[in-house]
């Protein structure tokens, strides 16, 4: 299974740009790179995914190097509102069990 | 319903007691997950039904945990013997499609289990 790693916690302060990196070796040819954030007592929000480069929404911007082996998850002038638990999930539609698996996540703490 | 909905929010029971646990996914969701989340922790993969049938039921933790879909669509996660260590939250999570490859998953706000 392709296991992610990411920082257990993370402090930033209001209006600042937040990356959260999660580093992902054994990332498969097929595999995509997800990210969802979770309140608290809330069931996971999805973010964003990407395959390779550069993907941008509303909400965020991912970072996909070319080697696939990490990503960046890049929150552009936080809030208060964005203090919640942000996990990194690495599958592909191929191997289902990958696809939903959840580390640990990190834990941002959005200071004012 | 505009989002998944899962009954009851708080459920407690005493150890060894039989309990079930519903969801009701998004209208059209052929794709239905339950996952079990322990306190600090990133939430656990248990089963994975596409339509009736449970695609991928690698994650249910022992032959206690059971859980069906019927009629495609409600489902429902049965424990047998509730242990103390079965406390937790339980989501269900629900998607349009099988396999997809947006990855996007739909949740609920949870079941949260408390076994005395």
């Known amino acids: 299974l392709a296991k992610t790693t990411q920082p257990i916690s993370m402090d930033s302060y209001e209006g600042q740009e937040v990356n959260i990196t999660c580093s992902h070796n054994n990332i498969a040819t097929n595999d995509y790179i997800t990210w969802y954030q979770q309140f608290p007592s809330q069931g996971p929000r999805f973010i964003i995914q990407?395959?390779?480069t550069k993907v941008t929404n509303e909400v965020a911007s991912l970072f996909i190097p070319a080697d696939r082996k990490s990503s960046t998850l890049s929150l552009p002038r936080v809030s208060l509102s964005d203090t919640a638990v942000y996990y990194c999930?690495?599958?592909?539609?191929?191997?289902?069990?990958?696809?939903?698996?959840f580390g640990g996540g990190t834990r941002l703490m959005v200071k004012p | 319903g505009a989002g998944v909905s899962q009954t009851p929010s708080n459920k407690v029971t005493e150890k060894g007691k039989y309990v079930e646990l519903r969801c009701d996914p998004i209208s059209g969701h052929t794709a239905l997950y339950w996952y079990r989340q322990s306190l600090g922790q990133g939430p656990e993969f248990l089963i994975y039904?596409?339509?009736?049938?449970?695609?991928?039921d690698s994650g249910l933790p022992n032959d206690r945990f059971f859980a069906v879909r019927p009629e495609g669509s409600v489902s429902t996660l049965k424990i047998q013997r509730t242990e103390r260590g079965d406390s937790a939250v339980y989501l269900c999570?629900?998607?349009?499609?099988?396999?997809?490859?947006?990855?996007?998953?739909?949740f609920g706000e949870g079941s949260r289990l408390t076994v005395l």
């Open positions: 039904f596409q339509g009736t049938g449970a695609a991928d």
């Open positions: 990407g395959y390779k």
């Open positions: 999930l690495v599958g592909s539609a191929l191997n289902a069990g990958n696809m939903l698996t």
């Open positions: 999570a629900s998607s349009p499609v099988s396999y997809s490859l947006t990855g996007e998953l739909f």
